[in-house]
C-alpha cells in the first residue's frame, strides 16, 4: 500500500503564499501522474493541478499563472507552490497519486487532506 502525507497548509492573508508537500511512502514500485485536489464547504471536489512522471503539468484555469506543480521523484514527494492567494481558495487540500506497489498492483491513493485558509 501507498501512504500519503500532505503538510504545509494554514492561514495566510489574500494576495499571500504557502507551499504544500505531499510526501508518499509505502510500498511504491512506481508513481505515475500526482495531482492537487480541493473541496472547499458545500463544493465538490476539483482539480487543481496534475503532473506525470515526466512533469508534464496542468492546471485549473482558476490557478493558472499562481500555483505551481513540481514533483521530486527520487523523493516520492509531490509540491504545489500557490502565490497570489485569494480567499476563493480557501478548502481543503488533497494530493492524489496513480501509484504502483511492489506487487506491481495499481490504483489510486489520497492523502488525508491539509486545511488552507485565505483571509480577506
Known amino acids: 500500500q501507498v501512504q500519503l502525507v500532505e503538510s504545509g497548509g494554514g492561514l495566510v492573508q489574500a494576495g499571500g503564499s504557502l507551499r504544500l508537500s505531499c510526501a508518499a511512502s509505502g510500498s511504491i514500485f512506481s508513481m505515475n501522474d500526482m495531482g492537487w485536489y480541493r473541496q472547499a464547504p458545500g463544493k465538490q471536489r476539483e482539480l487543481v493541478a496534475l503532473i506525470t512522471s515526466s512533469g508534464t503539468t496542468n492546471y485549473a484555469d482558476s490557478v493558472k499563472g499562481r500555483f505551481t506543480i513540481s514533483r521530486d521523484n527520487a523523493k516520492n514527494t509531490m509540491y504545489l507552490q500557490m502565490n497570489s492567494l485569494k480567499p476563493e481558495d480557501t478548502a481543503v487540500y488533497y494530493c492524489?497519486?496513480?501509484?504502483?506497489?511492489?506487487?506491481?498492483?495499481?490504483?489510486?491513493?489520497w492523502g488525508q487532506g491539509t486545511q488552507v485558509t485565505v483571509s480577506s
Open positions: 492524489n497519486a496513480d501509484a504502483v506497489i511492489t506487487s506491481r498492483s495499481r490504483s489510486l491513493y
